[in-house]
């Protein structure tokens, strides 16, 4: 088996990832459309930064392969922007004029991997795949968030203090002194919301109290 199907195996599940492309060199990007296409994965190419920030970002798990050197936007400039504005594609950096300080600027800045041309297919792609495996995390944690905030805004105030409180570690007669209410009533007030948000047992609730965000106070610190 030569390198270009073991290489081609790495991405096997990822059929629905998007590999986005930006490459001033239309050979380079042709030459990496085909070797992702190849292996099963979705295709973007851009010639410039530009063309990339004007297009609509992909829905699902994607990663950015990046070349260093642009006209316009550099690839460094590039990712410190993203980052600004808080959008998070995994990048993997690709570039015939490689330095230390460069590669050390792309790797503190959270990129993946830092290749230097010529690279081999097998080690692209499994860079690839690191960063598209990031990114299908990243979209799962952020579902799972929204999905358990929106539950716990169902919550009414009182509801949201008593789990928050509960989540804590606070026993049930503990939560009643500091919100000044009878252990039954909270009892039955933590009953009625741990239904409400779907919490099984005390370790599921610590788990959707940490997802949502909620601080001990029940407001709602959204992570970064």
């Known amino acids: 088996m030569n390198e270009h199907l073991q290489a081609s195996h790495l991405v096997a599940g990822y059929e629905e990832a998007v590999v986005l492309i930006v490459d001033d060199d239309a050979s380079i990007r042709n030459a990496l459309t ?5 292996a099963g994965l979705k295709v973007r190419d851009y010639a410039s930064a530009a063309e990339l920030l ?10 950015l392969v990046l070349d260093i050197r642009l006209p316009g936007l550099s690839g460094l400039e590039l990712q410190s922007g993203l980052a600004s504005a808080n959008m998070h594609t995994p990048i993997v950096f690709i570039t015939g004029h490689a330095d230390v300080p460069m590669t050390v600027q792309a790797m503190k800045g959270g990129a993946v991997d830092f290749l230097t041309k010529p690279f081999r297919d097998r ?4 860079a690839v ?20 905030r929106s539950r716990f805004e169902s919550l009414t105030t009182r ?24 252990e039954i009533t909270v009892k039955v007030y933590r009953g009625q919301a741990m239904r409400k948000v779907g919490a099984k047992s005390l370790a599921d609730l610590i788990r959707m109290v940490e997802l949502s965000g909620l601080s001990r106070s029940g407001q709602t610190c959204i992570p970064k």
């Open 34 to 38: 085909n070797l992702f296409q190849s």
């Open 54 to 63: 004007e297009s609509e970002p992909p829905e699902g798990p994607s990663c």
């Open 159 to 182: 509801e949201r203090d008593i789990l928050t409180l509960v989540a804590s570690g606070l026993l049930n007669k503990q939560v009643a002194g500091e919100l000044g209410l009878a």
């Open 129 to 148: 795949q690191i960063a598209i495996e990031r990114d299908r995390k990243k979209r799962e944690l952020e579902k799972m968030q929204a999905g358990v």
């Open 123 to 126: 080690d692209l792609l499994h």
